[in-house]
């Protein structure tokens, strides 16, 4: 076993006290809902498309994720998160939308229109705020530009129910669950940094603080790795991350190099450090994800690629914040 392995294993039994996984087990569970009105038609090739992918029969607790309703006089539940509203051509121009808007809901307007290229705003809109997004048609090819990922969003601290109920839209989760762990683990590791950075306190901390954020982060990834299996379908459990150590040893050695770098180079090698481990970790995410979409490990080569594309765009991040960190800095 290689040194990197035998290190993961290590910190994996100091971090697996702390994985709660009756917790990402309620999180799988959390109810959402998303409501469909429009065009009957693309409403039905909607919600059989978002439940496409259940090996047997669907789950009834999935189906009722979806409900179809009309636009006056409906009341939405606490668990709904988002508005579909499925049209044609000019369908969304003659709608009354303004029924919908009493929800509070943010309103996706998808026109299905034969040929025109999918498009739709960048940000999601607000509650009670519509936007429009056009698809040539109902498919997750198409709506994967946009529709996909905004639904998620919308879906915010229900992601995991939402791969798990909705399998179309699971590699959207997989990767907002792990933006959310990466953003979490460059807080950690420029947290670590600034420690070794402060005198006296650096030199009296400095080791356990560095020693601290392997764990931290090393957690994360761990409970990542879970929460993404856990929105695929696969049940909690912690043994079967066993088999993806090798993922987590090599997060290990990009730690270990961050921390060198800090040392020598000392402003600059704090955001190395975050930038480090932010990347780390969307390697983790990205490579479980890839796992269980495809049956296949990611290769090494893919993996790097994968690491130098995301680290150029953690540096700029990590800066941002290592600069709020000093006097006079942008305030938060």
Same mark, same amino acid.
């Given at each position: 076993?290689?040194?990197?392995?035998?290190?993961?294993k290590?910190?994996f039994?100091?971090?697996?006290?702390?994985?709660?996984? $009756?917790?990402?087990?309620?999180?799988?569970?959390?109810? %959402?809902? %998303?409501?469909l009105?429009?065009? !009957?038609?693309? =409403?039905?090739e909607?919600?059989?498309?978002?439940?496409?992918?259940?090996?047997?029969v669907?789950?009834?607790?999935?189906a009722?994720t979806?409900?179809?309703?009309?636009?006056?006089?409906?009341i939405?539940? !606490?668990?709904?998160?988002?508005?579909l509203?499925?049209?044609?051509?000019?369908?969304?121009?003659?709608?009354?939308?303004?029924? &919908?808007?009493?929800?509070?809901?943010?309103?996706?307007?998808?026109?299905?229109?034969?040929?025109?290229?999918?498009?739709?705003?960048?940000?999601? !809109? &607000?509650?009670?705020?519509?936007?429009?997004? =056009?698809?040539?048609?109902?498919?997750?090819? +198409?709506?994967?530009?946009?529709?996909?990922?905004?639904?998620?969003?919308?879906?915010?601290?229900?992601e995991? +129910?939402?791969?798990?109920?909705?399998?179309?839209?699971?590699?959207?989760?997989?990767?907002?669950?792990?933006?959310d +762990?990466?953003?979490?683990?460059?807080?950690?590791?420029?947290?670590?940094?600034?420690f $070794?950075?402060?005198?006296?306190?650096?030199?009296?901390?400095?080791a356990?603080a560095s020693?601290? $954020?392997?764990?931290?982060?090393?957690?994360?990834?761990?409970?990542?790795?879970?929460?993404?299996? +856990?929105a695929?379908g696969?049940?909690?459990?912690?043994?079967?991350?066993?088999?993806?150590?090798?993922?987590?040893?090599?997060?290990?050695?990009?730690r270990?190099?961050?921390?060198?770098?800090?040392?020598?180079?000392?402003?600059?090698?704090?955001?190395?450090?975050?930038?480090?481990?932010?990347?780390?970790?969307?390697?983790?995410?990205?490579?479980v994800?890839?796992?269980?979409?495809?049956?296949?490990?990611?290769?090494?080569? $893919?993996?790097?690629?994968?690491?130098?594309?995301?680290?150029?765009?953690?540096?700029?991040?990590?800066?941002e914040? =290592?600069?709020?960190?000093?006097?006079?800095?942008?305030?938060?």
């Amino acid at each position: 076993m290689s040194a990197a392995a035998i290190a993961a294993k290590d910190l994996f039994a100091l971090v697996r006290k702390g994985v709660d996984t $009756d917790a990402v087990g309620a999180a799988a569970r959390k109810p %959402f809902r %998303f409501l469909l009105c429009g065009d !009957p038609g693309l =409403v039905a090739e909607m919600r059989t498309l978002l439940l496409r992918g259940h090996p047997g029969v669907i789950p009834p607790g999935a189906a009722a994720t979806l409900e179809t309703i009309a636009a006056q006089g409906t009341i939405a539940t !606490p668990d709904a998160r988002a508005v579909l509203f499925m049209g044609r051509g000019r369908d969304v121009a003659g709608a009354q939308l303004s029924l &919908l808007q009493p929800l509070g809901l943010p309103i996706l307007c998808i026109t299905v229109d034969a040929g025109a290229a999918p498009s739709g705003p960048v940000t999601v !809109p &607000l509650g009670g705020a519509w936007a429009e997004y =056009v698809v040539p048609e109902l498919s997750v090819s +198409a709506l994967r530009t946009r529709v996909f990922a905004h639904l998620v969003e919308c879906a915010r601290g229900a992601e995991i +129910a939402v791969g798990r109920a909705l399998p179309p839209l699971r590699e959207f989760v997989a990767a907002k669950l792990t933006r959310d +762990a990466a953003a979490t683990s460059l807080k950690v590791a420029i947290a670590s940094a600034v420690f $070794d950075h402060v005198p006296i306190v650096g030199l009296v901390l400095g080791a356990m603080a560095s020693a601290g $954020d392997i764990v931290a982060i090393t957690g994360i990834q761990i409970v990542l790795l879970m929460h993404v299996e +856990a929105a695929y379908g696969r049940e909690p459990d912690v043994q079967r991350i066993w088999r993806l150590l090798p993922v987590i040893g090599g997060g290990l050695g990009w730690r270990a190099l961050a921390r060198e770098l800090a040392g020598f180079v000392p402003v600059a090698g704090i955001a190395i450090k975050g930038a480090i481990a932010y990347a780390g970790t969307i390697v983790v995410g990205e490579s479980v994800a890839f796992f269980l979409e495809h049956g296949d490990h990611m290769t090494k080569q $893919d993996a790097a690629l994968l690491y130098e594309q995301t680290k150029a765009d953690a540096m700029r991040f990590a800066r941002e914040v =290592v600069t709020k960190l000093r006097p006079g800095g942008a305030k938060g």
